[in-house]
C-alpha cells in the first residue's frame, strides 16, 4: 500500500510516506506489498499457513531520470508500451526528447492524507499523515489505484504530469480484497486533453512489460520495465486474500502503488502494488492484471458499489496419494480435492459435507493438487474458477460422496471471518464499564496491539482463532477485555489484558452489541464475567455502573460505548 511502513528487512512496504515516516501501514502480510500485515495462507485452500517473506506495496523506487540522447542518434522513446523513434539526423532539441505520450499523460499522482483508527484506545484516532502514490484514468472520467493508497483518507487529490495543480478527488469504491480503489474528479479541468488508458489482455510469461508511476527518489515520472516472470494465484497483502497476480522483474518501489504497467503495444496490462523485500530476492515486484480489474470495475458498474470476490466456504485437502483417493472411494480416472471443513455461515454449508470430494467446478475438472488448466503449459488453482464470479452467482459444483457422484448448484458469497481481516473504514467498537475496556478483536486490532509481527507475538489462543476458527453465526465475533484503566473498583483486575470474554452471568457472549446490551439491563446484585484460562471477573452492579463515570472523566473519554454500539 501507499501507507509509510518501517523498512525492516524481510518485510512488506507500501506507498511513501512524506519524510521519513512514510512507511506501510497497511496490514501486514506474508506478501510484500502495500498495505497488508496479514499473512495469506501459503496455499490456496489452506489457513494459518505463513512465510517469513515479505511483500511490500509497490510505492517507492527513484529510478533515474533518463539522459537525452546524443546527437544524431535514433533512440526510443517511452511510450507507455510502444517505442516512439526519434528520426537521426540532427541535433535533437528538449522539446523532442520530452514530447508528451497520451499514455504517459494519463498517469497521475495521487496525495492522500491517512487518519488512521485507533484500535488500542478505540474512542480516539492517530495522528494523521500524509502519502503519495501513482494513479491512472480510464475512460468514464474515473482514476484508478491501489486501495492501500487511500486507505483512512480524509482527503484525496491528484496532479496530472507536467501540471501545478492538485485536484480535489472523490473516492467512488474501495476494493480492499484486490487492492484497488476507484475515484473521480469533479472538476471539468482534470479531464481535459487527456486520453485514457486502454486495457489489454493477459500478458504471457516473457512478454515485456513497462511500469510508470511516480515512486520515491524524485518528484516527476518514472519508467521502470522488465518482462513477466510468473502468473499465478498470489497473497495480496492488504486484502489479505489469494487472487491471480503478475510477477514481474521490473523495479517497483514506494510510491509506485497504483500506477500502470504496460505491454509493448501501450495497453494497460495491471496495476502496479507490492514488491518482495527478501534478503534473497531482488527485482521482484508484482502487479494485479486485467481479469482481476476488469471484474472490479464490473462488479461496481452492475451494483454501484464493490460486493467483493466470492469464495468457496471451505477448507480442503490435496488427493495426491494413491491409499488416500482408494480410500475415499475415488476411481482411477477420477480427481479432487477432499472437503477438509466447512464455514457455517457459507451457503455451500447446506449442501457440501466433510470428506466430499470435489471433482469439478462449473464442469471444469480440478486435479488432485488443486489445479484446473489455465493456459498452453500452465496450471493455476482452482480458487482462481471461483474468484471470476461475482457475488450472488450461482455455480455447479460435482462432489464424490460415498463413492456416487452429487452435483450442487451453489450460490457464491464472500468469506465471514470470526477474526475479521478488514474494518472496511468504521471506527472500532468498544464498550467500558467499571475501568474495563472491552473491545472486538480483527487485525488491525492485533496489528495495533502487536505490530506487524503480531502472529508471533499476540497470544497463542487468539492466534489460533484468528487462523483456524470459524464463525457460527453471521454477527459473532472474539470480544476480549482490551485493557482495565486502573480504579479503586478494579483492585486485583490490573494486568488482565487481550483475554476472551466467554460468558456473562452465565449467558454465552456472541458479540460485542450483545455483551453491552446484557450488562446494560443486568439487574442482578453481581457482574460476572467468564474470561479465557478459567478467570472470573466479579463486580459489584450498582457500584460498577456508578464509577464508570468518573473513570470515563480522568481518562478524557467522551463515551462509554461506541456511537454503533448506542442503537
Known sequence: MDD??????????RGRKHKAAAENHAPASPVAATAADNPAPAAAGRRGQKSRRHEAPADADGSRPPSPPRRGEAKPVANGGGDAVVEAGGPVGWDEVARVVPSMDAVVKVFCVHTEPNFSLPWQRKRQYSSSSSGFIIGGRRVLTNAHSVEHYTQVKLKKRGSDTKYLATVLAIGTECDIALLTVDDDEFWEGVLPVEFGSLPALQDAVTVVGYPIGGDTISVTSGVVSRIEILSYVHGSTELLGLQIDAAINSGNSGGPAFNDRGKCVGIAFQSLKHEDAENIGYVIPTPVIMHFIQDYEKSGE???????????????NPDLRKAMGMKPDQKGVRVRRVEPTA?????????????????????????????????IGFSYLVSQKYTGEKALVKVLRNSKVHEFKIKLATH???????????????????GFVFAAV??????????????????????????????????????????????????????????????????????????????????????????????????????????TQDILTTHCIPSAMSDDLKT
Open 4 to 13: 509509510p511502513s518501517s523498512t525492516s528487512k524481510g518485510k512488506r512496504k
Open 306 to 320: 464493490y460486493t467483493g470476490f466470492p469464495i468457496l466456504g471451505i477448507e480442503w485437502q490435496k488427493m495426491e
Open 347 to 379: 451457503p455451500e454449508s447446506g449442501c457440501l459435507q466433510p470428506s466430499d470430494i470435489i471433482l469439478s467446478f462449473d464442469g471444469i475438472d480440478i486435479a488432485n493438487d488443486g489445479t484446473v488448466p489455465f493456459r498452453h503449459g500452465e496450471r
Open 416 to 434: 465471514k471471518r470470526l477474526v475479521a481481516a478488514h474494518v472496511k473504514g468504521r471506527p472500532p467498537s468498544y464498550y467500558i464499564v467499571a
Open 442 to 547: 480483527s487485525v488491525p486490532y492485533l496489528r495495533s496491539e502487536y505490530g506487524k509481527d503480531y502472529e508471533y507475538d499476540a497470544p497463542v489462543k487468539l492466534l489460533v482463532k484468528h487462523l483456524h476458527a470459524m464463525a457460527q453465526s453471521p454477527d459473532e465475533q472474539l470480544v476480549v477485555v482490551s485493557q482495565v484503566l486502573v480504579a479503586d473498583i478494579n483492585i486485583g483486575y490490573e494486568e488482565i489484558v487481550n483475554t476472551q470474554v466467554l460468558a456473562f452471568n452465565g449467558q454465552p457472549v456472541k458479540n460485542l452489541k450483545n455483551l453491552v446490551s446484557m450488562v446494560e439491563n443486568c439487574k442482578d446484585e453481581f457482574l460476572k464475567f467468564d474470561l479465557e484460562y478459567d478467570q472470573i471477573v466479579v463486580l459489584e452492579t450498582k457500584t460498577a455502573k456508578a464509577a
